[in-house]
């Protein structure tokens, strides 16, 4: 079993706990971690400076195209941030807990 965190960010709390909660209760995420961040990015040729919440999915690389479709549908954004970085190394333990969660 191969594992992933998937990153996306939104532009408050509430969307991201929404978000959070239903990857989780549809069992496709074991864990979010939701941080605060400031995002500098050029959006329709005019520079943004914004507060966003990013959120980190921990999740097995087979439920990306899941995660990515369920984050569309539930998307305040027209182009949400939706990337995948594969975990290389990881504890047995959280391993086996991602693996029983997700």
């Not at 087979?62 to 990881?90: A, C, G, R, T």
Request: hydrophobic share 35%; glycine share 0%.
């Amino acid at each position: 079993m191969s594992l992933a965190i998937v990153q996306t960010t939104c532009a408050n709390k509430s969307e991201a706990r929404n978000i959070a909660k239903i990857l989780i209760e549809e069992g496709l995420a074991a864990c979010v971690q939701m941080s605060e961040i400031e995002s500098i990015y050029k959006w329709e040729n005019e520079f943004c400076n914004d507060t966003e919440i990013l959120l980190s999915i921990k999740t097995k690389k087979e439920n990306f195209k899941k995660i990515q479709s369920k984050i569309k549908e539930l998307h305040s954004y027209d182009v949400p941030e939706i990337i995948s970085i594969d975990i290389k190394n990881v504890s047995k333990d959280y391993k086996k807990f991602i693996d029983k969660s997700c």
